[in-house]
């Protein structure tokens, strides 16, 4: 395991907390001089605020731990492709370099459905990299919304096992 | 003074918080069946935090306040443009409409440098409107950056006045 890997690897077990309580699995950590100084998962279904995903909540942290909003020499392992609100952060707190496991055709913002780091030109650049541990993001959120749509199935007709 | 600059006005009561404690001022209210349900000025240096812009922290509020992130039936005041985290998070948050003050050339993310609202397909369309109140919101950000550039003249070469 290459030291990508095994920091998207911390990434996936903040997703799975996520998982854990129903939340779709997302996870971010913030590595700076080699060391995680931030690791967060989504939280937006149980706090009820759409501005709690893994990496607003992962820069939060980062910078109290700083004790600033520049976080220049930090790069960000996320198993999922930002969203626009998420990419807009990262250039906002000068992140160094992004990793990310798995591409979000639907709302991915650095790539899939748009390019914010490199379509626009703002007072700072972020380089980014995917396909780390691609499969296993990819996975985990796979199999999370395959759970999801059984419950929602069995809440709306029940449980028609005969058991 | 019509509705709109009511709001405005409130929001802009929010940005001369924000200027008071040497802050860019941007301030932003959330409007829900006609009352103020969050105000919030933007504090990132203070908090040292980038996520601290108005916008952000003007979702969270009203989301506490509703125990929701939804927030489809609301309408949201800034006094400038918002950049693309603050313009995601508002498409995330599902606000019906954004009225804003003033354009940023550089950052603005629903009209100006981009526009997160329009040019591409979200599943959340946000309507926008412009210019409310343009001339006082424009007028406090650039007697702000005025003041801004004399303290650091003044830092740097001395206050050269002879009193």
Redesign the interface.
């Known amino acids: 395991m290459n030291i990508k890997e095994k920091y998207m690897k911390k990434a996936l077990l903040q997703a799975k907390k996520a998982y854990n309580k129903m939340e779709v699995p997302v996870g971010a950590v913030i590595v700076k001089d080699g060391k995680v100084i931030a690791s967060a998962y989504n939280q937006?279904?149980t706090?009820?605020?759409?501005?709690?995903h893994a990496e607003?909540t992962a820069?939060?942290k980062a910078?109290?731990k700083?004790?600033?909003?520049r976080l220049n020499d930090c790069e960000m392992y996320i198993t999922l492709e930002p969203?626009?609100?998420?990419?807009?952060?990262i250039?906002?707190?000068r992140i160094k370099k992004v990793y990310y496991g798995t591409p979000d055709e639907?709302?991915g913002?650095v790539g899939s459905?748009?390019n914010?780091f490199k379509?626009?030109k703002?007072?700072h650049k972020v380089e980014v990299e995917n396909g780390i541990l691609e499969k296993e993001c990819k996975e985990l959120l796979q199999s999370f919304f395959k759970e999801l749509r059984n419950l929602k199935r069995n809440e709306r007709y029940g449980n028609n096992k005969n058991e």
């Open positions: 937006k279904e706090k009820f605020d759409t501005t709690k607003i820069i939060q910078s109290k700083l004790n600033s909003w969203c626009p609100m998420c990419a807009g952060a250039i906002q707190s639907k709302t913002a459905k748009l914010l379509d626009y703002f007072n």
